[in-house]
């Protein structure tokens, strides 16, 4: 069974800093790419970043590009968002998402989110 749990989340002034952790489970974690996407009330969900596999390679929003870093530790079969520089218009929820091959179907699978409130 496949488990997504994320963490990290809570409240911070503009311009701190927030760590996110998203726990993996019931799958290869070291085997699939990963992301974090985040949504804003009344807004699209959102894809913030994104770490392949071995983690030699990321991509991230234009918007968060410079502050956020992606990272994965294969041995901990987790996932982290470091949030630096953190603006209110980040604030949302975050969401980890892994995309697997399920029964010759690409099935998506998240977890519950974790809120990011960014207020002074």
């Known amino acids: 069974q496949v488990q997504l749990v994320e963490s990290g989340g809570g409240l911070v002034q503009p311009g701190g800093s927030l760590r996110l952790s998203c726990a993996a489970s019931?799958?290869?974690?070291?085997?699939?790419?990963m992301r974090w996407y985040r949504q804003a009330p009344g807004k699209e969900r959102e894809l913030v970043a994104g770490?392949?596999?071995?983690?030699?390679?990321?991509n991230y929003a234009d918007s968060v590009k410079g502050r956020f870093i992606i990272s994965s530790d294969n041995v901990k079969n987790t996932l982290y968002l470091q949030m630096n520089s953190l603006k209110p218009e980040d604030t949302a929820i975050y969401l980890c998402?892994?995309?697997?091959?399920?029964?010759?179907?690409?099935?998506?699978?998240w977890g519950q989110g974790t809120q990011v409130t960014v207020s002074s």
């Open positions: 019931g799958f290869t974690f070291s085997s699939v790419a």
């Open positions: 770490i392949s596999s071995t983690g030699g390679s990321t």
């Open positions: 998402n892994v995309a697997l091959l399920r029964n010759m179907l690409i099935r998506h699978y």
